[in-house]
Structure formats: C-alpha cells, structure tokens
C-alpha cells in the first residue's frame, strides 16, 4: 500500500540512482530510442500517489512536474483510478469515428461550456498535443482555404511534421529534419523579461507594440500578406520556451488583428490549460478575448493519452472523411477526462491558484536572497525561475539551472528545466502550501549548493 498524508518529506536511502533503477536505466539504453530529451539527473519510477514518486529503490520523491503538467489531480488519485475502472469493465474501444458511444458528446458538451471560445463549439479529438495541433492546423486551412500560418520563437507544439513547422524552442528539435512541412514564419514571443532586440527587460506596453508592429508591418507588408495567412498559433503561457506569460495587451492585440484578417487564433492550452494557471484556461486570464480554435492535452486526461481540437461550431464545417482518429476520444480516455474536470471544478483550479501564488510568494523571496534568480512568473502552479550569471547583464545561467536541478533530485524533489536557464515548476494541483514549505527548503538548499 501507499503512503498517506502523514508523509512530509521526501524520504532518500539509497545512491541515486539506486541499484534497481540503474537496472532499468541500463535496459533503457540497449533497448529504448535515444531520442528522449531526458534531463541529467534520473528518475525512474515505480509508483505514484497524491504529489509523491516512489523509485524501485525505495526512494520517495516531491513531484512539482506532474510527469510534465500531465498528472493534474495527482497520482493515481483514488476517484480517477475508480472512474478508469468502472469504464473498462463496460467498454474499452469501439473507434469512435466510425460508431457513436456516449462518452465522446458527453465531454463535448463539457468543453463547449468551459472553453473560451464565442458560442457553439465542436470537438475532435486525438490522442496527445501534437495530434490536437495537427488537427487544428488542417481545420485552419481548411476552413479559411489558406495555407500560411505565423508561430513564435520559443514555442512549442508537438514534434510531428506539421506541429514540428510551428515549433522553435531548441535547435535540437529541428536539426536533422530539413525544410519545415508547413509554411509557417516565426515572430519573437512578447517576453518582457527578455526583449528580443537587446535580451533585456523592458515594460509590457513596449514588448507587445514591438511584437505587434513586427507582425503588421514586417510580416504582413513583406512576406506573409494576411490575406493568406490561416492561423496564428499561440501559447498565452509559453511552455517548453520558458513559461512566460503573454501581456494582457498583446494578447488583445493578436486577436484584433484576426478579426480584421480573417485569420484564425489558434490557442495551444496543452500544458497551460487544465487549471494549470489557477483558472481553467490561461486565456480566461484576457477578460473579452475569445479563441476561434483551441488545443487542450495533457492535464485533461490525468494521465491517460487523450487530446482535444476544440473550435467554434461554424469553423468545424469539414466534410465527412477530412479528419479522423481510430483511437482519439477512446471510452477510457473520456472517463478519465471528464473525472478531471470535474475534480478541477470542484476545487483543484482554486487551489492551484491559491497554493500558486503562496508558492510564487516564496520564490520572490529566494529571489530577493539570489543574484543568481533573474527572473520569477507565471500564473497559478505555472511558475518560472529563470537562472542569470548576474544582475547586471542577466546573462542565461543554464549551467548553474542544470545543477540546482540535480541539486534537487539529490534530494528528494523533482522539477524540470525548460526555456534556456529557467527551472519550471508545474506540480499536481493537488499540492498543498505544506508540500510548498518542504519543497522551497530543498530549493534553497540546492541553490545554496551550486553557487
Ligand atoms: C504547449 C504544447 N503544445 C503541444 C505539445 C505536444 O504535446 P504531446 O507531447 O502530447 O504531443 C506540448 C508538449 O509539451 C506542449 O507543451
């Protein structure tokens, strides 16, 4: 059985990895591809419950990533173990695009009602982020009859050869696969942390006119006419490139010019959506501004593969036969899903935001006592720290942020870099202001350590 509630603290006994994690890590490497963009330290697990990861060792860790913004409610959280259950002893497949079961209206009716999106809203769904992007990149060229589309620099959307077009956060991702499958351009992120003329902090109201302006009267006039142009796809908290928060402005402003292009606003909520930002989509964080598609993943299913393309009813207007996916909206994967919101509505989207901002609380306050911290933001459990090598020129620490990383494996918690020399912080939802405590002691230990 699992520990409980009484478990405090990450409890380590042996080496790290231990001698039965080295097992598999040897097995891994004979037999899995090296393709996997694993961090230094390594972690293999055995068992999760609630925020804690248990390695073969025996080992206990303090998971603030939630396998990577994915288990929201927490591991093996009893009621979605329950729903999984019950719906496997009644259907597990039947391929939904060609017969009907329940499960698939069902939880698109959910996500009519939560979306931020104006009116009706219909749903494909798929089976991770990068088949919920490709489906919205398809239904934008279709409905609009254009094929160009504008993404950002830092962003990631999946790695399949059409989300693989839009995505540009590291070189690794694209070396090796030639030219892009998709006409897509990119144009700088509005980070006002960093702005991309001089990498230096400037205010909002100047990183989102200069991005705007870049879009408008660069792209638009020269290489990219908006009458062509199909999507613009964008993440409202940039992930992989280093959660950072769009502008409230900026955001506005994006819409606007959809609105006066006909092009659509593709919102890519797969790792900010769920709750994840301490309300149930980033984008409900811009009052007044709505989506014309959206695409959810991760944090929706607790763990189980299943994505969603979520888009106003009047742009899904495809023909029969255009888009479908033997096992996308699978009965299993719904319960699972539709469990989730339903644990999200009933208070894990408020506790995110509350154990959140106590969580953000504590990491200014490490700021304060870091030069090395550049930068701590974020929304809800969507947190950023990002690492410099001073005050002055805030240059990218990404070594000093590898080592406060292994620096926390070693004892006992798990985070994970993203962005250049930022350190995420994305726990299950269901941490408690407790579990902040422990996990900004052994954050401040680890820092203190690798300075
Ligand atoms: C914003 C965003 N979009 C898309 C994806 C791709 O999702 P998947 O890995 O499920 O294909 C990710 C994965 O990290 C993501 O963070």
Same mark, same amino acid.
């Given at each position: 059985?699992?520990?409980? %509630?009484?478990?405090?603290?990450?409890?380590?006994?042996?080496?790290?990895?231990?001698?039965?994690?080295?097992?598999?890590?040897?097995?891994?490497?004979?037999?899995?591809?090296?393709?996997?963009?694993?961090?230094?330290?390594?972690?293999?697990?055995?068992?999760?419950?609630?925020?804690?990861?248990?390695?073969?060792?025996?080992?206990?860790?303090?998971?603030?990533?939630?396998?990577?913004?994915?288990?929201?409610?927490?591991?093996?959280?009893?009621?979605?173990?329950?729903?999984?259950?019950?719906?496997?002893?009644?259907?597990?497949?039947?391929?939904?695009?060609?017969?009907?079961?329940?499960?698939?209206?069902?939880?698109?009716?959910?996500?009519?009602?939560?979306?931020?999106?104006?009116?009706?809203?219909?749903?494909?769904?798929?089976?991770?982020?990068?088949?919920?992007?490709?489906?919205?990149?398809?239904?934008?060229?279709?409905?609009?009859?254009?094929?160009?589309?504008?993404?950002?620099?830092?962003?990631?959307?999946?790695?399949?050869?059409?989300?693989?077009?839009?995505?540009?956060?590291?070189?690794?991702?694209?070396?090796?696969?030639?030219?892009?499958?998709?006409?897509?351009?990119?144009?700088?992120?509005?980070?006002?942390?960093?702005?991309?003329?001089?990498?230096?902090?400037?205010?909002?109201?100047?990183?989102?006119?200069?991005?705007?302006?870049?879009?408008?009267?660069?792209?638009?006039?020269?290489?990219?006419?908006?009458?062509?142009?199909?999507?613009?796809?964008?993440?409202?908290?940039?992930?992989?490139?280093?959660?950072?928060?769009?502008?409230?402005?900026?955001?506005?402003?994006?819409?606007?010019?959809?609105?006066?292009?006909?092009?659509?606003?593709?919102?890519?909520?797969?790792?900010?959506?769920?709750?994840?930002?301490?309300?149930?989509?980033?984008?409900?964080?811009?009052?007044?501004?709505? %989506?014309?598609?959206?695409?959810?993943?991760?944090?929706?299913?607790?763990?189980?593969?299943?994505?969603?393309?979520?888009?106003?009813?009047?742009?899904?207007?495809?023909?029969?036969? %255009?888009?479908?996916?033997?096992?996308?909206?699978?009965?299993?994967?719904?319960?699972?899903?539709?469990?989730?919101?339903?644990?999200?509505?009933?208070?894990?989207?408020?506790?995110?935001?509350?154990?959140?901002?106590?969580?953000?609380?504590?990491?200014?306050?490490?700021?304060?006592?870091?030069?090395?911290?550049?930068?701590?933001?974020?929304?809800?459990?969507?947190?950023?720290?990002?690492?410099?090598?001073?005050?002055?020129?805030?240059?990218?620490?990404?070594?000093?942020?590898?080592?406060?990383?292994?620096?926390?494996?070693?004892?006992?918690?798990?985070?994970?870099?993203?962005?250049?020399?930022?350190?995420?912080?994305?726990?299950?939802?269901?941490?408690?202001?407790?579990?902040?405590?422990?996990?900004?002691?052994?954050?401040?230990?680890?820092? %203190?350590?690798?300075?």
């Amino acid at each position: 059985m699992t520990p409980t %509630a009484e478990l405090q603290k990450p409890i380590i006994k042996t080496e790290l990895p231990g001698p039965k994690s080295r097992e598999i890590i040897e097995a891994d490497a004979k037999y899995v591809t090296p393709s996997y963009p694993r961090p230094d330290y390594k972690l293999v697990a055995e068992k999760g419950y609630g925020v804690w990861i248990e390695d073969p060792d025996g080992n206990i860790f303090l998971d603030c990533n939630a396998g990577v913004a994915v288990c929201s409610t927490g591991h093996c959280h009893p009621e979605i173990v329950e729903a999984i259950i019950k719906q496997t002893q009644t259907l597990i497949h039947l391929c939904g695009t060609d017969y009907y079961y329940k499960q698939m209206p069902d939880l698109g009716k959910k996500l009519s009602e939560i979306c931020p999106i104006e009116g009706d809203t219909k749903t494909h769904f798929a089976n991770s982020g990068a088949e919920a992007i490709e489906t919205a990149l398809k239904l934008a060229m279709y409905h609009t009859r254009r094929q160009k589309f504008i993404s950002f620099f830092g962003s990631f959307h999946g790695r399949t050869l059409g989300a693989l077009s839009l995505t540009s956060s590291k070189k690794a991702q694209r070396l090796g696969f030639m030219r892009q499958a998709l006409d897509v351009v990119h144009v700088p992120y509005p980070n006002k942390f960093r702005h991309f003329a001089d990498e230096m902090p400037c205010d909002e109201e100047k990183i989102s006119r200069d991005v705007i302006n870049w879009i408008e009267n660069r792209l638009f006039k020269t290489t990219t006419p908006p009458e062509e142009v199909a999507g613009i796809v964008l993440e409202v908290v940039q992930g992989e490139g280093g959660y950072i928060p769009a502008p409230k402005s900026f955001v506005k402003e994006l819409r606007r010019i959809c609105d006066e292009n006909g092009i659509m606003l593709i919102v890519d909520e797969v790792q900010s959506g769920m709750g994840r930002t301490g309300k149930m989509f980033a984008l409900d964080h811009h009052e007044g501004v709505k %989506a014309d598609i959206m695409c959810l993943a991760k944090g929706i299913g607790s763990g189980l593969p299943i994505g969603a393309c979520v888009a106003r009813a009047d742009i899904m207007d495809w023909h029969k036969g %255009a888009h479908a996916s033997t096992f996308g909206g699978n009965p299993v994967c719904i319960a699972s899903a539709l469990k989730t919101i339903e644990l999200l509505e009933n208070g894990l989207v408020e506790n995110s935001g509350e154990v959140g901002a106590y969580l953000q609380e504590g990491l200014n306050k490490l700021k304060d006592k870091y030069e090395v911290i550049g930068d701590v933001r974020g929304l809800g459990m969507m947190l950023g720290v990002e690492f410099v090598t001073d005050q002055e020129t805030l240059a990218p620490n990404a070594e000093l942020r590898d080592k406060i990383e292994m620096e926390c494996f070693n004892r006992g918690m798990i985070i994970l870099g993203c962005g250049t020399s930022t350190i995420r912080w994305s726990p299950p939802l269901i941490l408690t202001k407790e579990n902040v405590d422990v996990a900004l002691e052994i954050f401040d230990e680890a820092i %203190a350590a690798s300075i």
